[in-house]
């Protein structure tokens, strides 16, 4: 079973940026597919962007294209999440996910594994 736990979260003014990370304990993430999925206040918990296993695959909600990065380093058993560009509508919660297969699903169902998340607030 593979442990995640997300980090970076915090306090930011709209216009600007945050890098948020998963890092992964118990096992490698190799070979899984990771997710982003946040969920604000009131609402329901809504895909972000995932990442294939081999990390030669990214899908991107239309809400951050542009505008956030998806990447993984191996050697650091992590998944990051570079946001740029924030809006006070990014402000949620952020929970990495992961999952074997090698598609980035949107569906949150899909998913086996999931952090406890990390709190993202853009001012305005």
């Known amino acids: 079973q593979v442990q995640l736990t997300e980090s970076g979260g915090g306090l930011v003014q709209a216009g600007g940026s945050l890098r948020i990370s998963c890092t992964a304990s118990?096992?490698?993430?190799?070979?899984?597919?990771v997710g982003w999925f946040r969920q604000a206040t009131g609402k329901e918990r809504e895909f972000v962007v995932g990442?294939?296993?081999?990390?030669?695959?990214?899908n991107y909600a239309d809400s951050v294209k542009g505008r956030f990065t998806i990447s993984r380093d191996y050697a650091k058993n992590t998944v990051y999440l570079q946001m740029d560009s924030l809006k006070p509508e990014d402000t949620a919660v952020y929970y990495c996910a992961a999952r074997i297969g090698s598609w980035a699903s949107m569906r949150a169902t899909e998913y086996d594994y999931w952090g406890q998340g990390t709190q993202v607030t853009v001012s305005s």
């Open positions: 990442i294939s296993r081999i990390g030669d695959r990214t």
């Open positions: 118990g096992r490698t993430l190799n070979p899984y597919t």
